[in-house]
Nanobody
Framework: QVQLVESGGGLVQAGGSLRLSCAAS????????MGWFRQTPRKEREFVAV????????YYSDSVKGRFTISRDNAKNTLYLQMNSLKPEDTAVYYCAASVSDYGEYDYWGQGTQVTVSS
C-alpha cells in the first residue's frame, strides 16, 4: 500500500512559478512509475507528466512541455513538479499517482492540491 500526499499548490500570477511536491509512503518508492495529472470541473482528468523508475525517463503533455519539469528524490520518497511560466489555463487540481508497472493504469492516487493562476 502506498499513500501519496501532495503539497505546494496555491495562487500565483500568470508568468509565475510553483513547485508541487508529492510525499509517498512505502519502502519501494524508487520502483514506482510516478505521474502528475490535473483536473478542472469542466474537463476530464488530464495527463501532465510521468517519470519512470528505471532510468528516470520523463514524458510531458504538449501543453506543459518546456515549462514544467518532473523529478523525483528517491532518498526522500518525494516526487516534484516544477511549474514555470504558468498560464491561467494551468489552473486545476493537481494529483500525483503511482504505479507498480511501467505502463497502463495507476494504482495509487493522492488527494490533490489546487493551483490557481490569475491573469
Amino acid at each position: 500500500q502506498v499513500q501519496l500526499v501532495e503539497s505546494g499548490g496555491g495562487l500565483v500570477q500568470a508568468g509565475g512559478s510553483l513547485r508541487l511536491s508529492c510525499a509517498a509512503s512505502g519502502r519501494t518508492f524508487s520502483r514506482y512509475r510516478m505521474g502528475w495529472f490535473r483536473q478542472t470541473p469542466r474537463k476530464e482528468r488530464e495527463f501532465v507528466a510521468v517519470i519512470r523508475w528505471l532510468g528516470g525517463s520523463t514524458y510531458y503533455s504538449d501543453s506543459v512541455k518546456g515549462r514544467f519539469t518532473i523529478s523525483r528524490d528517491n532518498a526522500k520518497n518525494t516526487l516534484y513538479l516544477q511549474m514555470n511560466s504558468l498560464k491561467p489555463e494551468d489552473t486545476a487540481v493537481y494529483y500525483c499517482a503511482a504505479s507498480v508497472s511501467d505502463y497502463g493504469e495507476y494504482d495509487y492516487w493522492g488527494q490533490g492540491t489546487q493551483v490557481t493562476v490569475s491573469s
